[in-house]
Nanobody
Framework: QVQLVASGGGLVQAGGSLILSCAAS????????MGWFRQAPWTERAFVAA????????RYADSVKGRFTISRDNAKNTVYLQMNNLQPEDTAIYYC????????????????????WGQGTQVTVSS
């Protein structure tokens, strides 16, 4: 069973930065794409960023393009989300997830493309 543990959330002022990390158990981390999603109160879970298994492709939600960067270190079984110029509307619980399929060429942006999810880490941005 795969376990994903997200960390790095916290309280930050608008314009600040945070780096989220997601550590995965198991030996097959490098075979799968990874993604970050977020969920604010009373909203549905929304796509934030994704990266394919080899880091060759990434994908971002329009709302975070130019501010967030996803990366991964397969040797450390970890995926990261660098978040810069954070805004109050970025406040949410952030979840990392692993794709259902191996060796996908594209970074995947839909929740149904993922089958394992971490527990989430809270990001709060004050104005």
């Amino acid at each position: 069973q795969v376990q994903l543990v997200a960390s790095g959330g916290g309280l930050v002022q608008a314009g600040g930065s945070l780096i989220l990390s997601c550590a995965a158990s198991g030996r097959a981390f490098g075979l799968y794409g990874m993604g970050w999603f977020r969920q604010a109160p009373w909203t549905e879970r929304a796509f934030v960023a994704a990266i394919n298994w080899s880091s060759a492709t990434t994908r971002y939600a329009d709302s975070v393009k130019g501010r967030f960067t996803i990366s991964r270190d397969n040797a450390k079984n970890t995926v990261y989300l660098q978040m810069n110029n954070l805004q109050p509307e970025d406040t949410a619980i952030y979840y990392c997830a692993r794709t259902r399929t191996q060796f996908a060429a594209q970074a995947m942006g839909a929740p149904h493309d993922y089958d394992f999810w971490g527990q989430g880490t809270q990001v709060t941005v004050s104005s």
